[in-house]
């Protein structure tokens, strides 16, 4: 790795960072010393980037700093790429078309010597197999997710008995062959996971009052309690 490179991707993993990140961290994710990242980081604060901490207590990157955007290095673009590909698989024609466009927008705005990663990737993504056939459109969903609120459907179980809903969205779950709603479920007081193609109707009531980001919270509790340990 290049040393701009190395000092680029420094910034990167304390941006990502949710405390302090220690030399020891960061030599061991770079493949480098911890001598080469105190020189590093020493050079960095010379630049005047933010960065905030001592050697031996780890560092972070002060908030409300930013990059000139799009500076990218090939991994991240094919990285960009790939999950692009994915999505357009998906038959989610709402976000196909926002993957097709944030595509574009990088091969515009990419350097001469990046975009043929982006056009001729080393990297692709199989399309999701045919099948699944939803009544409702995914984008009515995610808006009820980002929105914060409750959805009335009638929804078809696998035996083929239909029950009315009124559910707390959590978040649309994507699979190489099905797409879920995972969501509160009052019938049910519990967390439930909803096939979308045996979503046959669906209308969106008001919101469920619960702060932005508790929802997901709990469900996120939820989960660590009901996974299988190993």
């Excluded at 179980?157 to 959590?170: F, K, L, Y």
């Amino acid at each position: 790795m290049r040393r701009a490179e190395r000092l680029f991707q420094i910034i990167q993993i304390l941006r990502r960072a949710r405390g302090p990140v220690t030399a020891a961290a960061l030599a061991e994710e770079l493949e480098v010393s911890k001598r080469t990242v105190y020189r590093d980081v020493a050079d960095l604060m010379g630049q005047r980037v933010p960065i905030e901490g001592e050697a031996g207590l780890g560092y972070v990157l002060a908030s409300g700093y930013d990059m000139p955007p799009l500076m990218l290095t090939p991994d991240e673009v094919e990285a960009l790429v790939l999950g692009a590909q994915w999505v357009m698989g998906r038959n989610d024609t709402v976000l196909a078309a926002a993957a097709r466009d944030v595509i574009a927008k990088i091969v515009e705005v990419v350097p001469e010597r990046l975009r043929p990663y982006v056009l001729e990737p080393s990297v692709g993504a199989r399309p999701m197999l045919p099948g699944q056939d939803d009544a409702i459109a995914p984008a009515v969903l995610r808006a009820a997710v980002r929105d914060g609120l409750k959805v009335r459907m009638r929804y078809r179980a696998e035996s083929g008995e239909e029950t009315e809903r009124i559910v707390w969205p959590v978040i649309v779950g994507y699979s190489d062959t099905l797409r879920m709603l995972v969501a509160w479920c009052e019938l049910r007081a519990d967390f439930r996971h909803f096939r979308t193609d045996r979503i046959m109707e669906a209308a969106p009531l008001g919101g469920h009052g619960l702060r932005k980001g508790e929802l997901r919270r709990r469900w996120e509790a939820w989960r660590e309690k009901v996974r299988p340990r190993p």
